[in-house]
């Protein structure tokens, strides 16, 4: 059976940091279930070998466990924690970066009339499916050449490429096939978050966005809600509320700066908001983060 190799190879070769000498793949081996955790998705395929994972984006929640596979086809604030995982049963987790440009290679290679055609709005940015045999083979096959570096340059391309194929291709295709596509309705939402996220800390009207997208200001909204669980104002706070976690595990002591820097003129709201986001207000949240920093087994994400 291809996922029992799986979580042999994975548990080989997982390291602390998650990564490995293939370019854009990861390996998670969690031995304990700590609390939901904020993060970025990533554009990624998450394949679980052992254990389950939890993802909640927005008002959607997604749970995967071993034998399932997870896409992301936009970088999202998501909420997560494995499940069931202890030092005798680790949650093993496969991981490759999703390329938009090797997705659109693939697609002009396979030419019109290959993959289904894609129909009505865009789909979420998550989708969780079964792996079947056919990619679960192909991922075992990459990772076996971590224990080949003579093969490695030259195989691993190869392998990746089938494995994205097998993803395009499958049940969850459509979210990942958008990703190609340079004017599919993802492609305009991508454009709309990117930008929100570089921009995070500054007021915005959703015309103005909706405009730079290449869409109208409704179909921005229902495309928008589509694909990230939330409204555009949502999703800013979600970026704004996550930057200022990351700045006070590193400036405790200033929570009204850090709150004006990303982009909270009112300290009482920011902490308010914070507060419902990661169950503290900022300086009792501030003061876990450093002493989890300070911890040898702290893990904050």
């Keep these: 059976m291809p996922l029992e190799e799986l979580r042999v190879l994975l548990a080989r070769h997982a390291r602390p940091d998650w990564t490995t000498p293939i370019d ?28 389950a994972k939890r993802l909640a984006l927005g008002d959607r929640v997604f749970e995967y466990g071993a034998g399932q596979y997870l ?13 069931g995982a202890d030092p005798e049963h680790p949650a093993l987790g496969f991981g490759l970066t999703l390329d938009p440009a090797a997705v659109a290679e693939l697609l002009l290679q396979a030419g019109p009339g290959v993959t289904p055609r894609l129909g009505g709005g865009p789909p979420s940015g998550i989708a969780v499916s079964d792996a079947p045999d056919a990619l679960l083979e192909a ?20 392998v990746k490429r089938e494995i994205l194929w097998r993803v395009i291709t499958g049940e969850q295709g459509a979210t990942v096939r958008q990703l190609g596509l340079a004017d ?32 109208s200001v409704s179909a921005f909204y229902r495309n928008f ?35 004006q820097r990303v982009g909270y003129d009112n ?23 450093r002493d989890a920093a300070r911890s040898p087994a702290g893990v904050l994400t």
């Design 24 to 51: 854009g793949v990861l390996i998670s081996k969690v031995d304990r279930s700590d609390p939901p955790a904020p993060s970025m998705s990533g554009t990624v395929l998450a394949v679980i070998a052992q254990g």
């Design 225 to 259: 809600q589509a694909v990230t669980a939330m409204s555009p104002i949502q999703f800013q706070k979600q970026i704004r509320l996550q930057e200022a976690r990351l700045l006070l595990a590193t400036h405790p002591g200033d929570v009204t700066g850090v709150g």
């Design 71 to 83: 896409v992301a086809s936009v970088d999202l604030p998501v909420t997560g924690q494995f499940t």
């Design 267 to 289: 300290p009482s709201q920011f902490s308010r908001e914070y507060r419902r986001q990661f169950g503290a207000p900022p300086s009792k949240d501030a003061a876990r983060l």
């Design 184 to 215: 599919s309705g993802l492609s305009h939402v991508s454009r709309a978050v990117r930008w929100i996220r570089e921009n995070y800390a500054d007021p915005f009207r959703v015309e103005d966005v909706a405009r730079m997208s290449g869409m």
């Design 139 to 158: 991922v075992v096959r990459l990772l076996r050449l971590l224990d080949e570096p003579r093969d490695r340059a030259v195989l691993a391309p190869l």
